[in-house]
């Protein structure tokens, strides 16, 4: 199976700072990479598809990038909602898999 | 609105088996796979399986393949997630999802296995 790697495991950034997230696979997944939010209590939450594809209603302060085996999500300005973790999946081969999660919090 | 609404919450003693239903709402109950995810407390994601509700197919990762079965009613627009020989490993938030890129979940099932 294909595994991906976040890092960093927590990042602690403030409000109206630059996120920069990575989520690297151990296979090339071409470009069928997601990117998921999850607070906590609630399911988690699609917010980029196919490695740059904004979801719905998602805001444009966030971003995907790569192919292949790296990828980068960015949260260009941090909201006070967007502090959750993050996770990176890959629908490229069955069985799908998650990255173990970025928790970004407040400094 | 899409909806996947899922069942109560369970409680199980070791050597049990559960059943988690999800209903879907708000889209033709074929057109999407349907995934079984699940989050044991304070970790991450795991991806279980899947079933094509339009002709029953399954396929289970392998961690789960020799006690998981899905099944699915497509009259009622509900799929099943039977989970076999609970240990309290499988302690877990149990989630659906659905729909393009797993865009839609449901809202978990949370399941205990405690003697």
């Known amino acids: 199976e294909i595994v991906l790697t976040q890092s960093p495991a927590t990042l602690s950034l403030s409000p109206g700072e630059r996120a920069t997230l990575s989520c690297r696979a151990s296979?090339?997944?071409?470009?069928?990479l997601a990117w998921f939010q999850q607070k906590p209590g609630q399911p988690p939450r699609l917010l980029m598809y196919?490695?740059?594809k904004r979801a719905t209603d998602i805001p444009g302060r966030f971003s995907g990038s790569g192919s292949g085996t790296e990828f980068a999500l960015s949260i260009s300005s941090l909201e006070p909602e967007d502090f959750a973790v993050y996770y990176c999946?890959?629908?490229?081969?069955?069985?799908?898999?998650f990255g173990q999660g970025t928790k970004l919090e407040i400094k | 609105q899409v909806q996947l609404v899922q069942s109560g919450t369970e409680v199980k003693t070791p050597g049990a088996s559960v059943k988690v239903s999800c209903k879907a709402f708000?889209?033709?109950?074929?057109?999407?796979?349907i995934n079984w995810v699940r989050q044991a407390p304070g970790q991450g994601l795991e991806w279980m399986g899947l079933?094509?509700?339009?002709?029953?197919?399954?396929k289970y990762a392998q961690n789960f393949q020799d006690r998981v079965t899905m099944t699915r009613n497509s009259l009622t627009s509900t799929a099943y997630m039977e989970l076999r020989s609970l240990t309290s490993d499988d302690t877990a938030v149990y989630y659906c999802?659905?729909?393009?890129?797993?865009?839609?979940w449901g809202q978990g099932t949370l399941v205990r296995v405690s003697s």
């Open positions: 079933i094509n509700p339009l002709n029953g197919n399954t």
């Open positions: 999802a659905s729909g393009n890129y797993d865009a839609y």
């Open positions: 296979q090339n997944v071409s470009g069928y």
């Open positions: 999946q890959q629908r490229s081969t069955l069985p799908k898999t």
């Open positions: 196919d490695a740059s």
């Open positions: 708000g889209y033709p109950f074929n057109s999407y796979g």
